[in-house]
């Protein structure tokens, strides 16, 4: 039975930084896409950065050169380092992992078949 648990989120100031992580189960995180998606109050869900098997990446473009998404195959984790973070980047922030047949990194919500609860990121002024 695949699970994603998100951990992480927490109220910070703009400018600081936060490390979301997701901790997998059932299935091998080097062997799927995984990603990290968000959803904002009144706003559709949207995503933020994915890694395929081949470590290529994508990230959305208002967060590029500020976030970083890795994984640790070992700990069959998941994480997202975010850096400068701004009150618009406050969210509920989700991880999800795609069947074994996706090949490639995307932030195509529809593409990935499994999702965690979500963990929330609130960024003041």
């Known amino acids: 039975q695949v699970r994603l648990v998100e951990s992480g989120g927490d109220s910070v100031q703009a400018g600081h930084s936060l490390t979301l992580s997701c901790a997998a189960s059932g299935f091998i995180v080097s062997v799927h896409s995984v990603a990290w998606f968000r959803q904002g109050p009144g706003k559709e869900r949207e995503g933020v950065a994915s890694?395929?098997?081949?470590?290529?990446?994508t990230y959305i473009d208002t967060v590029k050169g500020r976030f970083t998404i890795s994984r640790d195959a070992a700990k069959s984790t998941l994480y997202l380092q975010m850096n400068m973070l701004k009150p618009e980047d406050s969210a509920m922030y989700f991880c999800a992992a795609a069947d074994p047949s996706l090949r490639f990194a995307t932030l195509v919500s529809a593409r990935y078949r499994y999702w965690g609860q979500g963990t929330q990121v609130t960024v003041s002024t």
């Open positions: 890694i395929d098997s081949e470590m290529r990446t």
